[in-house]
């Protein structure tokens, strides 16, 4: 997470009663296929910046077209996963897309307590952070211009005839450490972590944060990685999800800060504060939405 990110005390997870209680049951935090999710442009905005900025910084044609069709392929081969949250405690369309129709919860994670998690499970499994996502053009321009930048000065000398896509697939070795496809595949590589963390503005409203983990599906020689032996599954109507899990420490007194119950749950605060102790992650406070729907 980039250190000038202002965050948030607390990030709220909207979800239904049964998802919050499972939550609570297993004690830990699934991070799911976002390709799954229900925005069918997951993954594929940091693209369409890319292009946008190659525009904006120069890069003439017939190389822009070659780094997008790299950018392209290497793309394909990423998978997120991610745990959404919110920095809005009560956001009506939240309540009736993500909290079965405004009868579940947000449940509100202390958000340094999130990072230990981030932390821990970084260490454990790989890479995994909470990021802010970005919904704005300029937000959007603004990161993608220094991978754009160094894409610009690898892509000046490169040669018409040069493939990326046999280059990204042939061994290391085998590309010299100052050829600009090495230098554009750097790049691209780069870029990666934020696949999943630019957004259509259509969503701004949803005031995201994310805890994200990406899982490159290729190895270094351009042939498939070996399977993800971390993911497990999960039916959701038609779909098969896969995910990753982040299990809660031993001690976790201070994860929860605060369960608004939406406005259809009528599910008395005694309870809910009882089932929070039951599991042995209790809460530091309840209260209900102040949206007036039914």
């Known amino acids: ?45 940091l693209l369409h910046a890319l292009k946008s900025e190659c525009r904006e910084q120069g890069i003439n044609q017939d190389h822009r077209q070659q780094i997008a069709d790299f950018a392209e392929y290497v793309f394909k081969w990423v998978m997120g996963y991610g745990f959404c949250l ?14 079965d129709d405004g009868r579940g919860v947000a449940i ?8 230990k998690l981030t932390n821990f499970a970084s260490v454990s499994r790989g890479k995994t952070e909470l990021k802010k996502v970005l919904y704005e ?21 490169l040669p018409l005839d040069d493939s990326l896509r046999l280059a990204f697939g042939a061994d290391q070795d085998s590309v ?17 972590g934020s696949m999943f963390q630019l957004k259509s503005t259509a969503f ?17 020689n ?18 098969i999800i896969p995910h990753h899990v982040i299990k809660f420490p031993e001690s976790s007194d201070d994860l929860i800060s ?21 599991a042995g992650v209790p809460t530091h406070g309840i209260g209900n939405s102040m949206a007036s729907y039914r």
């Not at 009560?90 to 909290?99: E, T």
């Not at 509100?108 to 990072?115: A, C, D, H, Q, S």
Request: with cysteine; glycine share 4%; aromatic share 8%.
């Open 222 to 239: 351009g042939k498939r990685a070996p399977t993800d032996d971390n993911l497990s599954f999960t039916s959701s109507g038609p779909r």
């Open 258 to 278: 605060f369960v608004v119950l939406g406005p259809k749950n009528n599910t008395p605060w005694s309870i809910i504060d009882m089932a929070c102790h039951a």
């Open 1 to 45: 997470m980039n250190d000038d990110v202002e965050v948030p005390a607390v990030l709220y997870h909207y979800t239904s009663n049964n998802a919050f209680l499972s939550i609570l049951k297993s004690r830990e935090l699934r991070l799911s296929a976002l390709s799954q999710s229900n925005d069918s442009l997951e993954g594929k905005w």
């Open 204 to 220: 701004k409203e949803e005031s995201e944060w994310r805890i994200l983990s990406e899982t490159f599906l290729l190895s270094e």
């Open 137 to 157: 053009v300029e937000e959007h321009r603004l990161h993608v211009a220094p991978i754009v930048k160094k894409l610009f000065e690898a892509s000046r000398n």
């Open 108 to 115: 509100g994670f202390k958000t340094n307590e999130l990072l």
């Open 176 to 192: 010299e450490k100052d050829h600009p496809v090495a230098s554009i595949r750097s790049a691209i590589l780069g870029a990666v």
């Open 86 to 99: 919110s920095s809005d405690r009560d956001q009506l369309s939240q309540w009736r897309g993500y909290a």
